[in-house]
């Protein structure tokens, strides 16, 4: 089977963990046999191609005002505009319309397309192309992705995102069938009235676990409690809420490793806030597998409604317990006693639970444990498989 997956970003410009989904999708089907092809984003003024393991990507021109990966520094005006021409970027249409032909797939799976716009939709559709979308975010229905506002999660659409978001709304008819990362943003979609014609389905994002289970690194009665936070370094990710916990902690009773980048601003802030403190530590961008296992227990504080959550079942894979937020998707990745869950609008809990660990520290152990097991449930082989089963059903409608 030839695949061409679309996404905004590909290695080397993957930040998040949609685009690491899609890169693990790709390189799972080359591993079953099948070519992937890759269309994503570049930042030459020119196409350009590579082979990564195995996976040909073609490397777009954006056709829009800037770069926005990951955050950009723009003016109200200038995002207000990008954002609008993203509601149907043609140019962006017509250079994922080139490549199609050039490709002749089998099957089209779209994944986060800021950048390129649900124009590519239309691409596929009028070459009569099967067409699979995985909802990653909240896209197609807020133009941040987020629906969260104003230090808040929007209880529904307001009246500037459901504007912006017709064109979006409508191109959904072109889709044959709809991937979720969680029963959570799947269901959100289709009570908005998306995807009706789609056959939908939730396909849990896979994590390849290290061959290896990590050796016992929890200390039980020694040693600070080694405290992480992975991901992007923005408000709605809750950071700052994880920061005024730790402070609170005593000094030197645990070290906090912060890893990931994202709005400049909001960085600087909290490292003037953490300048003083040697047991915070910044680490910048790192891979996953380097940095889980150094962990005793991830946080994940999110103020928004995370659709899935990977670096959850990241965490669980490295055998690393996990705090995190009952918001969004999240809550759907937990069995057993593999962390704690907790309302972040109860700005005392997360600090209640990380003193509850520091005074019990063997309680970790059998997180730990717990935490192997739920990595179970979201291998890669399970993942693929219900990609391939989404595929192999919109090519037979």
């Known amino acids: 089977m030839i695949v061409a997956i679309v996404s905004s970003l590909y290695e080397p410009y993957a930040y998040g963990g949609a685009e690491r989904v899609a890169q693990s999708v790709a390189e799972a089907l080359v591993g079953k046999g099948h070519r992937v092809h890759v269309i994503c984003l570049g930042k030459s003024k020119r ?47 017509r250079a994922v319309g080139a490549l199609l032909d050039e490709i002749r797939p089998d099957v089209v799976n779209t994944h986060n397309l800021a950048g390129f716009s649900a124009a590519t939709w239309a691409a596929v559709a009028r070459r009569g192309l099967p067409l699979v979308h995985t909802l990653h975010d909240h896209y197609l229905l807020c133009p941040y992705s987020t629906m969260f506002r104003n230090a808040g999660n929007c209880a529904r659409q307001c009246l500037h995102c459901w504007f912006a978001s017709m064109p979006r709304r409508a191109m959904t008819k072109y889709v044959d069938g709809v991937i979720g990362v969680s029963r959570f943003i799947l269901d959100r979609h289709l009570e908005h009235g998306l995807f009706t014609q789609a056959r939908a389905s939730v396909v849990y994002n896979g994590y390849r676990a290290p061959d290896r289970p990590p050796e016992a690194r929890i200390r039980a009665n020694s040693g600070p409690l080694r405290i992480g936070f992975l991901g992007s370094l923005i408000p709605t990710k809750g950071l700052d809420r994880l920061v005024d916990a730790f402070l609170g902690l005593t000094p030197h009773a645990a070290e906090l490793r912060i890893a990931g980048e994202g709005d400049p601003i909001y960085e600087a802030l909290l490292k003037r806030r953490t300048a003083s403190r040697g047991d915070v530590h910044w680490l910048g961008v790192v891979r996953p597998e380097a940095f889980l296992p150094q962990l005793d227990v991830l946080v994940v504080p999110s103020l928004y409604r995370e659709p899935m959550g990977r670096v959850v079942v990241e965490a669980f894979a490295h055998g690393v317990p996990v705090i995190a937020a009952s918001r969004g998707g999240i809550p759907e990745l937990f069995y057993g006693e593999c962390g704690w869950l907790y309302d972040p609008d109860d700005q005392e809990r997360l600090p209640a639970i990380l003193k509850q660990i520091l005074g019990k520290r063997e309680t970790l152990v059998a997180a730990r444990k717990a935490a ?21 059903a919109v090519i037979a409608r």
């Open 372 to 392: 192997g097991e739920a990595a179970l449930r979201f291998t890669c082989d399970a993942m693929v498989a219900g990609y391939l089963d989404q595929y192999q």
């Open 47 to 93: 196409l350009e191609r590579a082979e990564v393991n195995g996976v040909q990507v073609h490397y777009c021109p954006l056709r829009n005002l800037y770069w926005p990966f990951p955050v950009a520094e723009v003016a109200m005006a200038g995002k207000m505009a990008w954002h609008a021409i993203d509601s149907y970027n043609f140019l962006m249409d």
